[in-house]
């Protein structure tokens, strides 16, 4: 079914609202403002429409930066429309799902505001890709699980698209059905990574873990694992936990969701002590190794484990998967008995929640701050900080 109406604002996921005959529908493909015509999926209850064709376009429709495949979700707006659009879905976030959150944030004189960390392309230091049939790399379509083959991606950095450019000179190394990971590290040349074998070269192998640089330190990440993929998503969020956070050198800190140790090793420099939590074992033994000095414990994070391994430090930092730290966990970290807690969100919802859920029971935010480390896609990265 075919219907044309006018986008209204945007919310979570990459949709605008639509309204027809009372009837609510999460559009795709919209811009605010935007007329236009959509095809309409009415098999759920939720309706959800993909434009088909813009009637009235805004001003702010570019040609789109990668509509090869998925990955650049917002890739036909301005930058500056794609920040206005992340700073209305956290906005959004916070009046459904925040609670008394709203009002905390106006009486404390805190507007949110996404920001701009450097360029839109070229900036993505990681890249996973499949290899279709023919031996070629590929990604899926959007929504789909059809693969497209690429030989460039213009959110990837320039080490990664050269790569691209010459996989025929890779021949041999992947085969069909493999997952292959491109990485531009920051300390090193480029390296493929498929499944634990690592290349810097074809058919020429190379150790397990990659080099990253920033803000003066230097990490050693196993490549198959986790490490923040905006070229300036360490540095940028470094310098918002540790500036917020305020961290002394006498404080003693506890570290959840600590990864490969981008906070723990600069903060294991700076505080007393350190005690940091991961569940990922091979993260944990790259964390030991980059941050010798902090006492690092593999466990699985829970909320009793929140609120005991959060018992006597000074300063929290907590940076959850997507799934945030649920009301159970938010609600152990605002019991502790820490000044300040640094909670790194990656989900505009799960972080209206967890902070709602803290302010709620005595904390108050102190900042917070949204970063824009995904161009071009849907995604943000918040720091708020607590006291
Ligand atoms: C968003 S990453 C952040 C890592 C690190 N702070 C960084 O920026 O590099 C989240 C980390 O939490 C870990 N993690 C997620 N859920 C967990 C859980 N329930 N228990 C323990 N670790 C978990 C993941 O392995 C991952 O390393």
Redesign the pocket.
């Known amino acids: 079914m075919k219907i044309q109406l006018e986008a209204g604002s945007p919310v979570h996921g990459g949709y605008t609202l639509g309204r027809v005959d009372g009837r609510v529908i999460l559009v795709d493909g919209a811009i605010p403002g935007e007329t236009v015509e959509i095809e309409v999926d009415d098999s759920e209850k939720l309706w959800k429409g993909t434009v088909t064709q813009v009637v009235t376009p805004s001003p702010d429709r570019v040609e789109h930066v990668w509509d090869r495949a998925g990955g650049a979700e917002l890739g036909y707006m301005k930058r500056s429309a794609q920040l206005e659009w992340k700073t209305a879905v956290i906005e959004d976030a916070i009046s459904h799902l925040g609670g008394s959150l709203k009002a905390h944030l106006k009486d404390a004189g805190l507007n949110i505001r996404v920001r701009e960390v450097g360029p839109g392309l070229g900036t993505r230091t990681r890249l996973d890709v499949d290899v279709d049939d023919e031996g070629r790399l590929a990604m899926h379509e959007r929504g789909s699980d059809a693969l497209v083959p690429i030989d460039s991606m213009p959110l990837a950095a320039p080490a990664i698209n050269d790569i691209l450019a010459n996989q025929d000179a890779w021949a041999g190394t992947w085969k069909p059905g493999d997952r292959v990971r491109l990485i531009a590290p920051t300390g090193q040349g480029p390296v493929v990574a498929i499944d634990k074998d690592v290349y810097r070269a074809p058919g020429e192998k190379t150790g397990s873990r990659v080099l990253e640089r920033a803000a003066g330190y230097s990490w050693e ?1 196993t490549a198959s ?4 993929t905006h070229e300036k ?2 540095v940028t ?1 470094l310098d918002a936990v540790l500036k917020g956070a305020r961290i002394r050198p006498g404080d003693r800190v506890a ?10 090793l600069p903060i294991s420099e700076k505080a007393r002590a350190i005690r940091m ?4 074992a091979g ?1 944990v033994r790259d964390a030991r190794r980059n941050a010798p000095k902090a006492e690092i414990a ?5 909320p009793h ?1 929140l609120a005991t391994g959060s018992e006597g430090a000074d300063v929290v ?1 907590a ?5 945030g730290l649920g009301v159970k966990g938010a609600l152990a970290l605002a019991a502790s008995g820490a000044q300040a807690i640094a909670l ?1 969100s ?1 989900d505009p919802a799960a972080m209206a929640r967890d902070v709602s859920t803290m302010v709620e029971n005595g904390r108050s935010v102190m900042s917070l701050a949204a970063f824009d480390l995904f161009p071009h896609t849907i995604h943000t990265e918040i720091v708020t900080i607590l006291s």
Request: proline letters at 5%; charged letters at 10%.
């Open positions: 990440v694992g986790f490490w923040q998503a360490p969020l570290e959840f969701y600590g990864g490969s140790g981008l906070f723990t939590f991961e569940g990922s993260a593999q466990a699985a994070i829970n484990l930092i940076d959850p998967s997507r799934a790194v990656c």
